[in-house]
T-cell receptor, first 118, second 112 residues
Framework: AQKITQTQPGMFVQEKEAVTLDCTYD???????LFWYKQPSSGEMIFLIY??????QNATEGRYSLNFQKARKSANLVISASQLGDSAMYFC???????????????FGTGTLLAVQP | NAGVTQTPKFQVLKTGQSMTLQCAQD?????MYWYRQDPGMGLRLIYY???????DKGEVPNGYNVSRLNKREFSLRLESAAPSQTSVYFC???????????FGPGTRLTVT
C-alpha cells in the first residue's frame, strides 16, 4: 500500500539558517509524484513544490528545494535562509496511481511543525 | 480569480442534525476533492470527483455524501452528524498534469 511517513513531529530552526524536513514514501508504482504543502496557523494549505518520479533533477522553487533520493524513497524538503514567516506545519504528499492510470488522489503524511526562532 | 471557495467557515451542529458544505472553484478544473483534517492524522480523503458527473469514495467516506453539481461546484453532505465528524474540512481542485491540488480555506465543524 502507498504510504507517506514524516517522522519529525516538530522542529526548531534559527532565522536565516537552512532546515531539512524529512519525508519517506512507499509505493510499488514506477510513476508517481511527490508534493510539499505549507499550512500556516491561519489554516490554509499552500502548494510549495513538486517532484516527479522520472525527473532527473531535484525540484527547486525559490528558497525551497526537494532532495529526491529515489533509491532510498525519500523526498526531503530543504528550506534555505529560514524566515519567521516559514513557521508553519509542512505536509508531504504523494500522488496515488490507480488501476488504468493516475487517480490524482493525494496521500498525505502527518506533518512536521516548524518553528523559526529569531 | 478567487480560486477555491468554501462556505461556511465555521459551523456548530448538534448530533443528528444535517448540513451541506459548499465548495466552488473558478479555475476550470475537472477534478475536485473533499478532505478532513484531524490532529495528528494529516489530511484524509473523503470523496472525490474526477470529472463532472462522477464521484468516488476516498479513504473515509462513511457518514458523508457528495454531489458534483456542475464543473465548478462540489458539495459535501452530512445527513446525521456525529461527534466523530468534528473536524476541519477542506475542498480542493486539481491543477495541471503534475496533479497538484489547490485548497479552499477550510470549514471548521464542531458536532456536540
Amino acid at each position: 500500500a502507498q504510504k507517506i511517513t514524516q517522522t519529525q513531529p516538530g522542529m526548531f530552526v534559527q532565522e536565516k539558517e537552512a532546515v531539512t524536513l524529512d519525508c519517506t514514501y512507499d509505493t510499488s508504482d514506477p510513476s508517481y509524484g511527490l508534493f510539499w504543502y505549507k499550512q500556516p496557523s491561519s489554516g490554509e494549505m499552500i502548494f510549495l513544490i513538486y517532484q516527479g518520479s522520472y525527473d532527473q533533477q531535484n525540484a527547486t522553487e525559490g528558497r525551497y528545494s526537494l532532495n529526491f533520493q529515489k533509491a532510498r524513497k525519500s523526498a526531503n524538503l530543504v528550506i534555505s535562509a529560514s524566515q519567521l514567516g516559514d513557521s508553519a506545519m509542512y505536509f508531504c504528499a504523494m500522488r496515488e496511481k490507480g488501476y488504468g492510470g493516475a487517480t490524482n488522489k493525494l496521500i498525505f503524511g502527518t506533518g512536521t511543525l516548524l518553528a523559526v526562532q529569531p | 480569480n478567487a480560486g477555491v471557495t468554501q462556505t461556511p467557515k465555521f459551523q456548530v451542529l448538534k448530533t443528528g442534525q444535517s448540513m451541506t458544505l459548499q465548495c466552488a472553484q473558478d479555475m476550470n478544473h475537472n477534478s475536485m476533492y473533499w478532505y478532513r483534517q484531524d490532529p495528528g492524522m494529516g489530511l484524509r480523503l473523503i470523496y472525490y470527483s474526477a470529472s463532472e458527473g462522477t464521484t468516488d469514495k476516498g479513504e473515509v467516506p462513511n457518514g458523508y455524501n457528495v454531489s458534483r453539481l456542475n464543473k465548478r461546484e462540489f458539495s459535501l453532505r452530512l445527513e446525521s452528524a456525529a461527534p466523530s465528524q468534528t473536524s476541519v474540512y477542506f475542498c480542493a481542485s486539481r491543477g495541471t498534469d503534475m496533479g497538484e491540488q489547490y485548497f479552499g480555506p477550510g470549514t471548521r465543524l464542531t458536532v456536540t
